[in-house]
């Protein structure tokens, strides 16, 4: 399974963007990139997935360079509720292999 | 929407004692899955079941074990609870369908102390 790292923590004031990006170097054909999102007291949620080049949806964007050595996952505007902890994971989507959480980044976000 | 219950928000046991963790999900998903989260080491994956009496270990299976006699219903074991096993443990499942994009679905947790 592919590796990855992220940056353990991070600030933001309310209404700026924040970007967190997260190294795959060895991420795998068949890899795809998957983020999610947990807020104290509760169990993670997805939140976004990718494969290449450049995925919105109504919470995130997330960002894939051609090389796919690493993604960027951008919050717009961030609000305090945005204040979580956010995991990236590489692997398979298909099939029953478990994706592999790491230590994921924490994000405070400050009023 | 998914909903991953766990019987427990919170629960304390003493050292010695066996203690059953229950997660139910109703959305007939094929996969469950037991993780422990404990402070600067993020999710770490206990066990996993792809379909009815079968289990999977992760990467912290000792210790521990897990019973799925039902496809809606995984529990998670501990035959002798031990301090070091005082955590927050969240329980997911997830399709196996190729549509399904590998996507967990998690309970809220159960914070388990041990004394």
């Known amino acids: 399974l592919a590796k990855t790292t992220q940056p353990i923590s991070m600030d933001s004031y309310e209404g700026q963007e924040v970007n967190i990006t997260c190294s795959h170097n060895n991420i795998a054909t068949n890899d795809y990139i998957t983020w999610y999102q947990q807020f104290p007291s509760q169990g993670p949620r997805f939140i976004i997935q990718?494969?290449?080049t450049k995925v919105t949806n109504e919470v995130a964007s997330l960002f894939i360079p051609a090389d796919r050595k690493s993604s960027t996952l951008s919050l717009p505007r961030v609000s305090l509720s945005d204040t979580a902890v956010y995991y990236c994971l590489v692997g398979v989507i298909s099939g029953n292999t478990p994706l592999v959480f790491g230590k994921g980044t924490r994000l405070s976000v400050i009023a | 929407d998914v909903k991953v219950t766990q019987s427990s928000r919170y629960l304390v046991k003493r050292t010695g004692e066996k203690v059953f963790l229950e997660c139910v999900q109703d959305m007939d998903h094929e996969n469950m899955f037991w993780y422990r989260q404990d402070p600067g080491l993020g999710l770490r994956l206990i066990y996993f079941?792809?379909?009815?009496?079968?289990?999977e270990k992760g990467d912290i299976p000792e210790g521990y074990s897990v019973s799925r006699e039902k496809k809606e219903r995984f529990s998670l074991i501990l035959e002798s609870a031990s301090t070091n096993q005082t955590s927050m443990y969240l329980c997911?499942?997830?399709?196996?369908?190729?549509?399904?994009?590998?996507?967990?679905?998690f309970g809220a947790g159960t914070r388990l102390s041990v004394l």
């Open positions: 997911a499942s997830s399709e196996t369908d190729r549509g399904a994009k590998n996507i967990q679905y």
């Open positions: 990718g494969y290449k």
């Open positions: 079941s792809y379909d009815v009496k079968m289990k």
